[in-house]
């Protein structure tokens, strides 16, 4: 295992030499000792060290705490201060560059190898958290609906930037903000209609279309459909709700957009012996009742899933379950329909369809476990 890298920017060379034997004794590589602001940034750049001590009396015209600053807008690396100001003042000023650490000489050894390893750690996964963010940012950013991200309260997280052009608000203005500023669902408040429905409703997902507004910085409220879906991390314990946004007055586009990476197919309309007929122009699929695993809503359209391929079809669920033999098809969410003979396992809120985990409401539970047979 490689050592950690440390530079020291110090300058009193006695106090320098000090740091340097204490830091090798506890096993870290002290890879330069400079005492400039100037020289610091000229070894953090050839050196590359994991972490630096900075003093914040330095010589020349810039301190420590502008060096802490450059060598973290440029370099990405944590400081930690060993100083012997303490301040009120030269501590807020500390702030402002984002220390991992503040050491006040005279300092113990202790100190140093307990500080240098919580920055290193913090660093890390500050530096992972920022990755995944810019990640997730890049990916927000490339959607082509608007997107609402909201915390478990209601308040704004992240809006993207297809919601910026359309309302005319930035997510810095919005973040922390209640939904309820941009957002009216079924012409009431949506914060109020999403906990409503989060405290009354056995799924995790929401879907809206009438009545419902997006609410420009400076303009008339746009007309739009929309679905809500709670999420919860486990592993953060982060909980909230995601919501795509849909122009009505774009509805045709967001349809012709679906059209060119799927094809836009019909469902002919009846079942002859065991099969029906997915429609696309002038072609004609046939689609074998006992080849379908599960079909799920997709706003206007369904998707026919039967392992080997997924067929997408503009119609209603509603539509495609009334042509299904009901003796072998059942309706366990509002989005889902299932092949009763392709369950494989049921659990408290979930059931296995082939290799599909899909949700189940517990009104819906206590019918399918009426039809089928339970030993």
Known sequence: MSKTKVL??????LIALDVKMSLEKLGYEVMATVASYQDALSKAYELKPDVALMD???????????????????YNIPVIFLTSLRELETINRAKESDPFGYIIKPFKTDDLHSSIEIALYNHNKTTNLQGNLDKFTTAMNLLEM????LNETGMIDYINGQLELMTGWRKENKKGASVNQLLTINNTPAWLVIEKWNQSSETSHMEFDENSFLLPRNGKPVPIKGHVLFFHTPETGVSGYFITLFPVSTEEQIKTNLSESIPELEISGQVVDDYFFLKDKSSLYRIHIDQINYIEALGNYVKVNTGKKTYTALMPLKEIEQMLPPHRFFRIHRSFIVAIDKITA???SELQVADATLPIGKT???ELLKRIQVI
């Open 56 to 74: 914040i009396n330095l010589d020349g015209n810039k301190d420590g705490i502008q060096a802490a600053k450059a060598l973290k807008a440029h």
């Open 146 to 149: 608007p997107v609402i991200i």
């Open 8 to 13: 020291i920017v110090e300058n009193e060379p």
């Open 364 to 366: 819906f539970k206590d």
């Open 346 to 348: 049921i659990h408290a």
